[in-house]
């Protein structure tokens, strides 16, 4: 478990499957500008749960990393953030992403949770680079990610498809300073 004084992250259990799709029903219309298609079975329990134990074996394979965002004072879920794609060999590096309940935007959590992944991903995992693509007029997600101590390296044209459009995406990363 990963923990600061006002939020704390840990992987996803089954437990978790309930929460877990309450906030993605909740949060829909917020999420979905920012997110690849999702189908109407996603917003179900079989397929939340299917997800969760399909992270776990990513996490087992050390292909990817997806914790909760946990308030500390009542342990209520109030986002997700993830290392994807996780390249071992001659790049070590990882992919970031994550989202927060609308409710509880523009108080520091995704910031904190991105801090605490970043330093669980140089420190435990021993990557080297980690990446992150925003589409540019969400500066919300871009603030979060230089306060977390990303760089911005460039625009990526036309890169990820969002509802059924090519985005171009601002890219981030943060290198592990003890490999400067």
């Known amino acids: 478990m990963l923990h600061s004084e006002k939020i704390y992250l840990r992987p996803f259990t089954e437990a978790d499957t309930g929460a877990l799709l309450n906030l993605f029903v909740k949060n829909k219309s917020f999420f979905e500008p920012f997110s690849s298609e999702r189908k109407e079975d996603y917003y179900t329990l079989e397929f939340q749960k299917k997800a969760i134990n399909s992270r776990q074996q990513h996490s087992k394979e050390d292909k990817a990393y997806h914790f909760g965002i946990f308030l500390t004072e009542n342990n ?105």
Do not use: C
């Open 76 to 180: 209520t879920l109030i986002g997700n953030i993830n290392l994807f794609q996780v390249l071992r060999g001659s790049l070590q590096s990882a992919f970031i992403g994550y989202s927060l309940d609308k409710d509880h935007n523009g108080k520091g959590y995704t910031t904190i949770a991105a801090k605490l992944v970043v330093q669980y991903a140089f420190t435990e995992l021993q990557l080297h680079r980690i990446e992150a693509g925003v589409m540019p007029h969400n500066i919300g997600s871009i603030r979060v990610l230089e306060k977390a101590g990303f760089h911005k390296e460039g625009i990526a044209i036309k890169n990820v498809k969002i509802n059924g459009n090519w985005e171009d995406h601002q890219v981030l990363a943060i290198i592990n300073p003890n490999d400067l």
